[in-house]
């Protein structure tokens, strides 16, 4: 798994770049998060994430992610906080971080929020 995972990052980062860029090096500590996130290992991928988060505290796409594995993680208080950052940063009508919200508020043990908020994402992408 870990040879796939770094040869998946090399071919992402281009030959003709150097990992002397901020942006560069978020960008390749999102994938690796993403990627361990896919392949079952959600705490080792969220520990990239929130590496990639202090480089870059505005980048609403690591964020997200985090905030994913978190929920997948278990650590649902997490990632409310973590949402609750990207709400600040994207505002609270966007649909996917409603969805995310619904699932950490489940992950919490908090189930008519959570369906409240699912019902509230549903609304939002006219599926009522």
């Known amino acids: 798994m870990k040879s796939s995972v770094i040869a998946i990052c090399l071919v992402a980062c281009r030959k003709d770049r150097t990992l002397t860029e901020p942006r560069d090096t978020v960008h390749l500590l999102h994938v690796l998060g993403y990627l361990y996130g896919c392949h079952g290992q959600a705490k080792r991928g969220a520990a990239y994430l929130l590496i990639a988060a202090q480089l870059s505290p505005g ?70």
């Open 59 to 128: 980048n609403a796409g690591v964020l997200r992610t985090l905030a994913h594995l978190l929920i997948l993680d278990g650590e649902a208080e997490k990632a409310l906080a973590t949402i609750a950052r990207l709400e600040t940063l994207e505002g609270m009508d966007h649909p996917v971080l409603t969805l995310l919200k619904s699932r950490a508020l489940l992950v919490a043990g908090r189930k008519t929020e959570a369906r409240s908020a699912l019902l509230s994402f549903l609304s939002q992408r006219g599926i009522r």
